[in-house]
C-alpha cells in the first residue's frame, strides 16, 4: 500500500452560493454548495478514508479498493457476433487499467450470474499475473440465455463484501431489457445494494431500456450511458475504470443541520448531474441528516438546498442551515465532519436586495428544468402528443442555449430542428434514429457549471 505525504491527502472545502435577503414574510432560502475535494494525488497510489486531526483533511489510508466488472453475456450479445467480442475486449483493457492492490472480479450475466474469474467467491489482487488470467478467462465467455440484471448486482456484492475494501465499485454492461426478472425483483436487489457500493452503468447498441439503465446508476450512485456503437466500448471501460482508480475516499455524506422550526424543501446535486437526493435522507441526530453523495476524488460537485424559514420582520436574520462533509471514521467511531458551510436568511425592506437572484442558483434552476422538460418531451413524443413534445423540446432548446450548455444542445438538434433557440421554436423531425433519441434521454441529466 502506498504511503502519502501531508501534502498528497485529499482537502474538501465547502462553499456555498445564496442571495441571503428575503422581502418581509418572505420564507424559501436557496443556496448552491460547492464541494470540491483536491490535493489526494488521484494519477495513483492507495485510495485513502477516515477522519483526520484537520478538519477539512482524511489522513488516514484505506483498506484499499475492489471492483466487478459485470458483462452481459445474454443470446442478444450474439447479435452481431462483434458485439461479445467488443465486449471481451473492453472488459479486458478496464482490467488493464487497475492498479496494482486492487482487488477485482468478473462476472458474466444472463438470467443468472455466473463468476468468470477468479471464481470461489471472492476477489483477485491485481498485479501483472492475475490480470493476464483474467483476460485469459474471457475467452470462455459465451452468449446465451437471458438477462436478469438482480443476480448480477447480488453477485457482485456478495463478492465486494468477501473483501475488506473500503472503497467498492462496480461497472455493469447490458445490451438488452430487463426480461427474466420483474421489475420489482430488480428494485429490491437495487435496494439491497444501495451504500454497500457505487456502480457505473452502460448500455450497448439500442435495444435496452434507458430508464433500467439510468434507474441502476441512480440507485448506486454512479454514471449511465449508452454506448450506441460496440466498437466505443474499450474506450469507455477504459475511462470507467481510470475514474474508478482515481476515487480515495469512500462513503461520503453531505450533512444538513437546521434549526427549530426551519424544512427542507429539497436537496439536489446539480453538477456535474442532476439527482434528487431529497429522498435518501438518513438521520443524523437532532434536526440533522444526512444524504450520500458516494465516492471522491479530485472533483467538484454543486448541490442545490432549498429550505422553508419561519416567517420574521425586517432587519432579523437567522442561520438557515449549515453543510457539512461527513466521512465515517476508520475505526468505527463518529463519524467526523471534515468541512462546512453556512446558509443564511435575512430579512430587508430593500426590493433591490430581496428580489435579486443569485447567479448560480438562477442558473442551476435553469438546468434542473433542461433535465425535466428534455424528459416530459421524449415521454411525449413516444405517445404520440406532438404539441406537447414540440413545447417541451422547445423550452429544452431554450434553456440550453441561455445555459451555454453545447452538448445537450447538440443532441437536441438531432431530435428537433431548431428555428429559433433564443424563443425556443423548434419542428420534431419526422425521422430520428434510436440511438439519437437513446443518447438525448440518457445524457438528458448531465449540466454544465456556471461560467467564470
Not at 208 to 216: L, Y
Not at 396 to 422: C, E, F, I, W
Request: aromatic share 4%.
Amino acid at each position: 500500500m502506498a504511503v502519502f505525504s501531508k501534502s498528497q491527502v485529499p482537502q474538501f472545502s465547502v462553499e456555498v452560493y445564496q442571495n441571503e435577503y428575503l422581502p418581509e414574510g418572505g420564507r424559501e432560502v436557496n443556496a448552491i454548495v460547492t464541494v470540491t475535494s483536491t490535493g489526494g494525488g488521484t494519477t495513483g497510489g492507495a485510495p485513502l478514508h477516515g477522519a483526520g486531526a484537520s478538519p477539512s483533511a482524511v489522513p488516514d489510508l484505506q483498506s484499499g479498493a475492489g471492483v466487478v466488472i459485470m458483462v452481459d453475456c445474454s443470446g442478444s450479445m450474439d447479435y452481431p457476433p462483434t458485439k461479445l467480442r467488443n465486449a471481451r475486449e473492453a472488459t479486458a483493457a478496464a482490467i488493464d487499467t487497475l492498479r496494482d492492490g486492487v482487488a477485482f472480479a468478473v462476472v458474466a450475466g444472463t438470467h443468472k450470474a455466473l463468476e468468470v474469474y477468479p471464481g470461489g467467491g471472492r476477489l483477485a489482487v491485481a498485479d501483472p499475473t492475475t490480470r493476464a488470467r483474467a483476460k485469459d478467462a474471457l475467452r470462455a465467455l459465451t452468449a446465451g440465455g437471458g438477462t436478469a440484471i438482480g443476480t448480477w448486482l447480488r453477485l457482485a456484492d456478495r463478492l465486494l463484501s468477501s473483501s475488506d475494501a473500503a472503497i467498492r465499485h462496480g461497472i455493469l454492461l447490458t445490451d438488452g431489457r430487463n426480461e427474466h426478472e420483474s421489475p420489482q425483483d430488480l428494485r429490491a436487489a437495487l435496494d439491497d445494494c444501495v451504500g454497500r457500493f457505487t456502480c457505473d452503468a452502460r448500455g450497448v447498441g439500442t435495444d435496452w431500456e434507458v430508464k433500467e439503465v439510468t434507474g441502476i446508476a441512480s440507485a448506486l450512485l454512479g454514471t449511465a450511458d449508452i454506448v450506441a456503437d460496440p466498437s466505443g466500448l474499450a474506450a469507455d471501460f477504459t475511462q470507467m475504470m481510470e475514474n474508478a482508480m482515481g476515487k480515495e475516499v469512500a462513503d461520503v455524506a453531505l450533512r444538513l443541520w437546521t434549526p427549530v422550526g426551519v424544512e427542507i424543501t429539497y436537496v439536489k446535486q446539480v453538477a456535474p448531474t442532476v439527482e434528487d437526493l431529497s429522498g435518501r435522507r438518513t438521520e443524523a441526530g437532532p434536526r440533522a441528516g444526512d444524504y450520500p453523495t458516494g465516492s471522491w476524488g479530485d472533483e467538484s460537485r454543486d448541490y442545490h438546498i432549498c429550505v422553508q424559514v419561519p416567517q420574521a420582520g425586517i432587519g432579523q436574520e437567522m442561520l438557515a442551515a449549515r453543510a457539512s462533509l461527513i466521512v465515517p471514521a476508520a475505526d468505527g467511531g463518529a463519524p467526523e465532519a471534515l468541512s462546512h458551510g453556512l446558509v443564511r436568511a435575512v430579512w430587508t425592506d430593500d426590493m433591490a436586495a430581496s428580489t435579486a437572484i443569485n447567479r448560480q442558483v438562477a442558473h442551476y434552476t435553469g438546468q434542473a428544468e433542461l433535465a425535466e422538460v428534455i424528459q416530459q418531451g421524449l415521454e411525449a413524443r413516444k405517445s404520440g402528443d406532438f404539441d406537447g413534445a414540440t413545447a417541451k423540446l422547445g423550452r429544452a432548446v431554450q434553456l440550453a442555449a441561455r445555459s451555454g450548455n453545447q452538448d445537450t444542445a447538440k443532441l437536441l438538434s438531432k431530435v428537433v430542428d431548431v428555428v429559433d433557440a433564443a424563443t425556443g421554436t423548434v419542428r420534431l423531425k419526422a425521422k430520428v434514429a434510436d440511438a439519437d433519441e437513446m443518447t438525448l434521454e440518457t445524457r438528458s441529466t448531465k449540466t454544465v457549471r456556471v461560467k467564470k
